[in-house]
């Protein structure tokens, strides 16, 4: 259980971005959840990827209290979406609660992905958000400045940018623009110099925590799959970088999520 020391009570944390509705977690999903609650991982931020996968995560999150859904087109399956998608998303969303649209945005690290294509679904479903108010969730890599371009063309209540690799003057106009951003597994390792840099420099109130659990593990972690429960990882790093308390980041860092999500504190 995480704590401040060993008189102080445990802290509670929220993975902002985690994938348990994937099939790899099929066998021990609950078992898993279960262990995470009782060490302090009480909340699960779940963005969908493809429509074909949208009912999968209502189910889950159905079965579990503790799964917040939302539900988009994940650039990365650019071969699996449609523009025609985007309205599907929309009537699945006036149909089943979602907390946000995501995970969407645009991947230029990979170069088979056409750009093009991922610029059109992302701008449709920046309307769709802004229309529906809802904030997003963001998948960027290499490609910081186009997104915020469309960004700005908008009037969105935030986001957040998953695994958040920019520069700290990228991260300040995110920051104007309404998002948290979010740090995982990555900057656990010792190479990482520029998101350890970033998670020292940047306001406590401009950080959530985060996985990307089954993908994203985090540095000297021995298992195949990683879960939400590296989120406890991720927290001490932060905290040896950070001047706070334990308990000050803790705090803020869950309620940063909550008030980007809506949910309950």
Avoid at 76 to 83: D, G, Q, R, S, V
Avoid at 105 to 134: H, I, S, T
Avoid at 213 to 223: E, I
Wanted: net charge negative; proline share 5%.
């Amino acid at each position: 259980m995480v704590q401040e020391n060993d008189s102080a009570k445990p802290l509670e944390l929220i993975d902002s971005h985690c994938h348990l509705d994937f099939p790899e977690f099929d066998e021990n999903r609950e078992a898993l959840i279960n262990e995470c609650t009782v060490k302090g991982v009480k909340k699960f931020i779940v963005p969908g990827v493809t429509a074909d996968t949208w009912p999968r995560l209502k189910k889950v999150a159905n079965d579990y209290s503790s799964i917040y859904p939302a539900y988009g087109l994940h650039p990365y399956f650019l071969a699996e979406h449609k523009l025609e998608h985007v309205e599907a998303l929309k009537v699945f969303i006036q149909n089943n609660p979602s907390i946000a649209i995501g995970e969407i945005g645009l991947d230029y690290y990979l170069k088979n992905l056409d750009r093009n294509f991922q610029q059109k679904l992302l701008l449709a479903q920046l309307a769709l958000a802004n229309e529906l108010n809802l904030p997003v969730i963001l998948h960027v890599r290499k490609a910081h400045d186009d997104v915020l371009s469309f960004l700005k063309q908008f009037s969105l209540v935030g986001g957040t940018v998953h695994a958040f690799n920019g520069s700290f003057q990228q991260a300040e106009q995110y920051l104007k623009l309404g998002f948290k951003l979010g740090f995982g597994g990555a900057m656990t390792f010792e190479r990482a110099r520029h998101l350890r840099q970033l998670v020292s420099d940047l306001p406590l109130e401009a950080i959530v925590l985060e996985t990307d659990a089954p993908d994203m593990r985090p540095a000297n972690y021995s298992q195949e799959i990683n879960t939400p429960l590296t989120v406890l990882t991720v927290f001490r790093q932060i905290c040896e970088l950070r001047s706070e308390s334990p308990q000050q980041i803790a705090n803020q860092m869950t309620a940063n999520t909550c008030a980007i999500f809506s949910l309950p504190n």
